[in-house]
C-alpha cells in the first residue's frame, strides 16, 4: 500500500494535498472518486459500539476540538458540527495522538487517521472499547470556534433500564447490538461517546480519591441513602445516573475538588463523554468543572455498649504495617476510640508483617500491631490484647510481601480470651463437644487452612472468648476479592462475576464448621464476621447462612443504610456480621467514618454489633 505523508498540516490549503494522496492510495471509505466529506464523525462512530470503519484509514474528517488530554493516555476530542439525524450515532471522537496534541479547544480541525477500538485493560478485561482516530495527521483549518452545544444528561435524558441483555451467539457481548439510547442507559451513554455533554447540580455519590476523580448522579431520586450515596442492592436493577467526573485542565492553582458523599458539584460540569480507560466506565471528562458545595456529611460515632453488653466489631485497617505514617495510626486508633467506643472484642483484616511489602521472608506482625495499640491507648482507649497466627510467607495474598492476616483485638477488662496452643498456619483447628459444651482444639486457630478454597487467600481464624462468664465463638475472615469481576459497564451484559467462586467454596467451609459447632452445642453462640468482599443479598452470604447455621445482622438496618463501603458512586456492603441464631436482640451499628470522605483513613467503613450473650 503507497504512503500516505504523516505530516501535522496547519495551514488550511494543504488539505488539498492530504486529500489527493489519500484518494490515490485508496484510503477513504467509498470509492476512489469519493470526496473527503462523506466520511463524517457519525459515520465512524456507526449506530453500534463498534466502528464499522475499524481497522480502515480514513481522511477529511472534520469538527471542531471540545477537549484535549495532556496527561495519560493523550489526544483530543472534536465533534462534527452538522450532525445526522440518527440518536444512535456519536458525534464526537477521541483522537489518539500519543504525544500532547497542538490543537485547543475551539480549532477547528481536518483529521486522518486509522480508526481502531482500543480497550482499555486488554480484550480479557472485558472492558467496553473507545472508538479513535490513531496514527492522525491534523490540519487546523481555523481558531477559536464555539464549541458545539452540548448535550444535556440529567434524570429525565437517562434511561431507568440499565443495558441490554447481551448476544448469546457473540458470548453475552452488547457490542454488536444496535444502540438504543431512548431505552438502556449503556446505550445513552454510549451514543454520547467524545461528545460534548453537560450536566447541571449533581449530588456526589462517589468521594473524591487520589487520582483525582469523583462519582455523582444525575438522578437525586435513585435509591438514596440517608447520607446522600445511592444504595446498591441488586444484581438485576443498576443505579443508571451515576457518572464519573475528571477534569482536564487542573493545576497547582486550581487543584482537582476534594469532595465527599453528600456534597454536590453545582453549576455547570462540561466537557467530552469519555470511557474511562482505568475504572471501565464512562466519564465526564471536564473542560468546564463545577463547584463543590459541602453537604451535611459527618463521621458517625456509635453509641457505647451497656455493662452487658458484648460489643464485638470489624474492621479493615487497609494493609496497615509500622511503615505507615504515625498519622495513619493516629486516626484509625481514633475510629477505634471516639467512634467505635472501645468495642469489648474487635476483628481487624489487613494486618501486614513488620517490614510491610517486602518479600523478605518475614511474616510476624507484632511490631505492626503493638504500634496500633499503643495509639489506641494515647487516643484514651483500653490496652488491647491481641490474638492471631502469622501465615506461612506470600501465601494469603494481598500485596506482595505484605503477608496481611486477620486478627483478634480483645479489651481484657471486659472479656476473656481461652488460649489452646498448637494452632499454626497449617495445622487445622476444630469442634470437639466437652461435658456437653463445644471446644476448639486450638484457639486461636485457623480454619481447614489445607483447603484449595483457601489457595492465594486469608485463612478465617477462629478463637473463643468468654463475657460474664458466657462463651462466644467467634470467626474472623478477609474472603477474596472481587478482583477479575467484568465491571457493570462492561460489554457484556450481564457481567461476569468470576471472582464469586472463590468466595463460594471459602463461604461453604465457613458455614460447616458453624455447624460443626452446634452439633456440639446446639445452644452455642457464634459471631462470623469480617471483610466478605460481598454483598448482603450475594450468593456467598447465601452459602454462609445455609440451614440457617447463621443469620445475616444486615438485614436487621433499613435498606438504605445497608453499606460499609463506596465503590464507583455505589454504597454497598463488603463487610458482614452475621450470627448463629442463637444471639438474640442484637444491635447492629455499621458506622461510617471512612468510605464516603475524601479524607480516608481505610477505603472501609468498621461495624459493632452488640448484644447479651
Given at each position: 500500500?503507497p504512503?500516505?505523508?504523516?505530516l501535522?498540516?496547519?495551514?488550511?490549503?494543504?488539505?488539498?494535498?492530504?486529500?489527493?494522496?489519500?484518494?490515490?492510495?485508496?484510503?477513504?471509505?467509498?470509492?476512489?472518486s469519493?470526496?473527503?466529506?462523506?466520511?463524517?464523525?457519525?459515520?465512524?462512530?456507526?449506530?453500534?459500539r463498534?466502528?464499522?470503519?475499524?481497522?480502515?484509514?480514513?481522511?477529511?474528517?472534520?469538527?471542531?476540538?471540545?477537549?484535549?488530554?495532556?496527561?495519560?493516555?493523550?489526544?483530543?476530542?472534536?465533534?462534527?458540527?452538522?450532525?445526522?439525524?440518527?440518536?444512535?450515532?456519536?458525534?464526537?471522537?477521541?483522537?489518539?495522538?500519543?504525544?500532547?496534541?497542538a490543537?485547543?479547544?475551539?480549532?477547528?480541525?481536518?483529521?486522518?487517521?486509522?480508526v481502531?477500538e482500543y480497550?482499555?485493560?486488554?480484550a480479557?478485561?472485558?472492558?467496553?472499547?473507545?472508538?479513535?482516530?490513531?496514527?492522525?495527521?491534523?490540519?487546523?483549518?481555523?481558531?477559536?470556534?464555539?464549541v458545539?452545544?452540548?448535550?444535556?444528561?440529567?434524570?429525565?435524558?437517562?434511561?431507568?433500564?440499565?443495558?441490554?441483555?447481551?448476544?448469546?451467539?457473540?458470548?453475552?457481548?452488547?457490542?454488536?447490538?444496535t444502540?438504543?439510547?431512548?431505552?438502556?442507559?449503556?446505550?445513552?451513554?454510549e451514543?454520547?461517546?467524545?461528545?460534548?455533554?453537560?450536566?447541571?447540580?449533581?449530588?456526589?455519590?462517589?468521594?473524591?480519591?487520589?487520582?483525582?476523580?469523583l462519582?455523582?448522579?444525575?438522578?437525586?431520586?435513585?435509591?438514596?441513602?440517608p447520607?446522600?450515596?445511592?444504595?446498591?442492592?441488586?444484581?438485576t436493577?443498576?443505579?443508571t445516573?451515576?457518572?464519573?467526573?475528571?477534569?482536564?485542565?487542573?493545576?497547582?492553582?486550581?487543584?482537582?475538588?476534594?469532595?465527599?458523599v453528600?456534597?454536590?458539584?453545582?453549576?455547570?460540569?462540561?466537557?467530552?463523554?469519555?470511557?474511562?480507560?482505568?475504572?471501565?466506565?464512562?466519564?465526564?471528562?471536564a473542560?468546564?468543572?463545577?463547584?463543590?458545595?459541602?453537604?451535611?456529611?459527618?463521621?458517625?460515632?456509635?453509641?457505647?455498649?451497656?455493662k452487658?453488653?458484648?460489643?464485638?466489631?470489624?474492621?479493615?485497617?487497609?494493609?496497615?504495617?509500622?511503615?505507615?505514617?504515625?498519622?495513619?495510626?493516629?486516626?484509625?486508633?481514633?475510629?477505634?476510640?471516639?467512634?467505635l467506643?472501645?468495642?469489648?472484642?474487635?476483628?481487624?483484616?489487613?494486618?501486614?508483617?513488620?517490614?510491610?511489602?517486602?518479600?523478605?521472608?518475614?511474616?510476624?506482625?507484632?511490631?505492626?500491631?503493638?504500634?496500633?495499640?499503643?495509639?489506641?491507648?494515647?487516643?484514651?482507649?483500653?490496652r488491647?490484647?491481641?490474638?492471631?497466627?502469622?501465615?506461612?510467607?506470600?501465601a494469603?495474598?494481598?500485596?506482595?510481601?505484605?503477608?496481611?492476616?486477620?486478627?483478634?483485638?480483645y479489651?481484657?477488662?471486659?472479656?476473656?480470651?481461652?488460649?489452646?496452643?498448637?494452632?499454626?498456619?497449617?495445622?487445622?483447628t476444630?469442634?470437639?463437644?466437652?461435658?456437653?459444651?463445644?471446644?476448639?482444639?486450638?484457639?486461636?486457630?485457623?480454619?481447614?487452612?489445607?483447603?484449595?478454597?483457601?489457595?492465594?487467600?486469608?485463612?478465617?481464624?477462629?478463637?473463643?472468648?468468654?463475657?460474664?462468664?458466657?462463651?462466644?465463638?467467634?470467626?474472623?475472615?478477609?474472603?477474596?476479592?472481587k478482583?477479575?469481576?467484568?465491571?457493570?459497564?462492561?460489554?457484556?451484559?450481564?457481567?461476569?462475576?468470576?471472582?464469586?467462586?472463590a468466595?463460594?467454596?471459602?463461604?461453604?467451609?465457613?458455614?460447616?464448621?458453624?455447624?460443626?459447632?452446634?452439633?456440639?452445642?446446639?445452644?452455642?453462640e457464634?459471631?462470623?464476621?469480617?471483610?466478605?468482599?460481598?454483598?448482603?443479598?450475594s450468593g456467598?452470604?447465601?452459602?454462609l447462612?445455609?440451614?440457617?447455621?447463621?443469620?445475616?445482622?444486615?438485614y436487621?438496618?433499613?435498606?438504605?443504610?445497608?453499606?460499609?463501603?463506596?465503590?464507583?458512586?455505589?454504597?454497598?456492603?463488603?463487610?458482614?456480621?452475621?450470627?448463629?441464631?442463637?444471639?438474640?436482640?442484637?444491635?447492629?451499628?455499621?458506622?461510617?467514618?471512612n468510605?464516603?470522605?475524601?479524607?480516608?483513613?481505610?477505603?472501609?467503613?468498621?461495624?459493632?454489633?452488640?448484644?447479651?450473650?
Amino acid at each position: 500500500m503507497p504512503a500516505v505523508p504523516s505530516l501535522v498540516l496547519t495551514r488550511p490549503t494543504a488539505v488539498a494535498a492530504v486529500v489527493a494522496a489519500a484518494l490515490a492510495a485508496g484510503l477513504l471509505v467509498g470509492t476512489s472518486s469519493a470526496s473527503a466529506a462523506e466520511v463524517r464523525i457519525h459515520d465512524i462512530q456507526g449506530s453500534t459500539r463498534t466502528s464499522p470503519l475499524a481497522g480502515q484509514q480514513v481522511a477529511g474528517v472534520t469538527g471542531v476540538v471540545t477537549g484535549v488530554r495532556t496527561y495519560g493516555s493523550k489526544g483530543f476530542w472534536f465533534q462534527d458540527t452538522h450532525p445526522d439525524a440518527d440518536p444512535a450515532t456519536s458525534e464526537g471522537v477521541f483522537v489518539f495522538t500519543s504525544s500532547t496534541p497542538a490543537v485547543a479547544v475551539g480549532d477547528a480541525v481536518t483529521v486522518s487517521g486509522t480508526v481502531s477500538e482500543y480497550v482499555p485493560g486488554g480484550a480479557a478485561s472485558g472492558n467496553q472499547s473507545i472508538t479513535e482516530i490513531g496514527k492522525p495527521t491534523v490540519t487546523v483549518d481555523s481558531t477559536g470556534n464555539a464549541v458545539p452545544a452540548a448535550t444535556v444528561i440529567d434524570s429525565r435524558s437517562v434511561p431507568g433500564t440499565f443495558a441490554p441483555e447481551g448476544d448469546p451467539a457473540a458470548g453475552g457481548s452488547i457490542n454488536g447490538l444496535t444502540l438504543r439510547p431512548r431505552t438502556y442507559a449503556l446505550d445513552h451513554y454510549e451514543s454520547l461517546e467524545g461528545m460534548n455533554v453537560r450536566i447541571g447540580t449533581s449530588r456526589v455519590t462517589g468521594a473524591t480519591d487520589p487520582y483525582s476523580e469523583l462519582w455523582v448522579t444525575v438522578k437525586p431520586g435513585e435509591r438514596p441513602t440517608p447520607r446522600g450515596g445511592t444504595l446498591y442492592n441488586s444484581y438485576t436493577s443498576q443505579n443508571t445516573g451515576r457518572l464519573m467526573i475528571q477534569s482536564l485542565v487542573p493545576t497547582a492553582d486550581q487543584p482537582f475538588p476534594a469532595a465527599n458523599v453528600g456534597d454536590s458539584l453545582t453549576g455547570t460540569t462540561e466537557g467530552p463523554l469519555d470511557y474511562n480507560q482505568y475504572a471501565g466506565t464512562y466519564t465526564v471528562a471536564a473542560r468546564q468543572l463545577g463547584t463543590v458545595t459541602a453537604g451535611s456529611t459527618t463521621p458517625e460515632v456509635t453509641r457505647p455498649q451497656r455493662k452487658n453488653e458484648l460489643a464485638v466489631a470489624t474492621y479493615n485497617v487497609e494493609n496497615l504495617d509500622p511503615t505507615d505514617p504515625q498519622s495513619k495510626f493516629d486516626k484509625l486508633a481514633a475510629g477505634i476510640v471516639d467512634h467505635l467506643a472501645s468495642p469489648d472484642i474487635v476483628a481487624i483484616e489487613e494486618v501486614q508483617d513488620n517490614d510491610g511489602a517486602k518479600k523478605d521472608g518475614v511474616v510476624a506482625a507484632d511490631v505492626t500491631v503493638g504500634k496500633f495499640i499503643d495509639a489506641i491507648v494515647a487516643a484514651g482507649g483500653p490496652r488491647y490484647e491481641w490474638r492471631s497466627i502469622d501465615p506461612v510467607d506470600l501465601a494469603d495474598g494481598g500485596e506482595p510481601g505484605g503477608n496481611i492476616r486477620q486478627g483478634f483485638l480483645y479489651n481484657p477488662d471486659r472479656a476473656d480470651f481461652i488460649d489452646r496452643s498448637g494452632g499454626n498456619a497449617t495445622t487445622a483447628t476444630d469442634v470437639v463437644s466437652k461435658n456437653g459444651k463445644a471446644a476448639l482444639t486450638y484457639s486461636p486457630g485457623r480454619i481447614d487452612p489445607a483447603d484449595t478454597a483457601w489457595t492465594n487467600s486469608r485463612k478465617p481464624l477462629a478463637g473463643e472468648f468468654t463475657f460474664r462468664g458466657k462463651k462466644v465463638f467467634v470467626v474472623a475472615n478477609h474472603f477474596s476479592s472481587k478482583g477479575g469481576d467484568q465491571a457493570l459497564d462492561s460489554q457484556y451484559q450481564p457481567p461476569t462475576r468470576s471472582s464469586e467462586t472463590a468466595r463460594h467454596l471459602q463461604a461453604t467451609v465457613v458455614n460447616t464448621f458453624v455447624k460443626k459447632i452446634h452439633a456440639a452445642q446446639k445452644s452455642a453462640e457464634v459471631v462470623v464476621l469480617g471483610d466478605l468482599n460481598d454483598f448482603e443479598f450475594s450468593g456467598t452470604a447465601k452459602l454462609l447462612t445455609d440451614g440457617r447455621a447463621l443469620e445475616a445482622t444486615a438485614y436487621s438496618l433499613p435498606k438504605n443504610e445497608r453499606y460499609s463501603y463506596v465503590y464507583q458512586g455505589n454504597s454497598q456492603i463488603l463487610d458482614q456480621i452475621l450470627v448463629s441464631p442463637t444471639i438474640k436482640n442484637y444491635d447492629l451499628d455499621i458506622v461510617h467514618i471512612n468510605a464516603e470522605f475524601a479524607d480516608q483513613n481505610s477505603d472501609h467503613d468498621p461495624s459493632v454489633l452488640r448484644f447479651r450473650p
